[in-house]
């Protein structure tokens, strides 16, 4: 029997391009992880939150556990989760290597699902996000 893992995620950028910050709520396993990328656009952060989270989950099961898990990937950009599941062209090309990478990932799980939610519902993620991005802003103060 498969073990579903319901992992949030979200990716924000304060300019687009600007500061941006990734949220990752594993919330089967109870595990948060919130941090800063750089200058990125939000497209970028919201894929790079993605990728962050899917390797988070592997290296928290381990291969064998991974290869048999169903992973259920939510997040508040229906744009991303439109490419994710061939609704919308990938015309950028820095996009089709995130798609590629997140592809290449799922090849480690037993099954991944993409799923549009709605801000509401993010809202563990999105405060990861937030919180990561308004420590960096007090640090680049301090310094």
């Known amino acids: 029997m498969k073990k579903e893992i319901v992992m949030f995620t979200d990716g924000g950028s304060r300019g ?18 919130g941090e800063c990328i750089g ?6 952060a919201e894929y790079e ?16 556990s991974a290869k048999q898990a169903s992973i259920l990937c939510c997040l508040d950009s229906e744009l991303v ?4 599941n ?12 995130y798609f590629i990478e997140i592809w290449n990932l799922m090849l480690d799980f037993g099954a991944v699902r993409f799923e549009h939610i709605f801000r509401e519902k993010n809202k563990v ?19």
């Open 86 to 97: 061939h609704q919308y062209k990938l015309k950028e090309v820095r996009i089709q290597q």
């Open 81 to 84: 989760v439109r490419q994710l």
């Open 16 to 33: 687009n391009p600007g500061p941006a910050g990734i949220g990752v709520y594993i919330e089967t396993l109870g595990k948060k992880y």
């Open 49 to 64: 939150a993605l990728i962050f989270g899917l390797k988070k989950v592997k290296q928290l099961l381990g291969n064998v």
């Open 125 to 143: 993620a999105d405060a990861l996000v937030n919180e990561a991005l308004d420590g960096q802003a007090k640090q680049d103060f301090l310094f």
């Open 39 to 44: 200058v990125k656009t939000n497209n970028d």
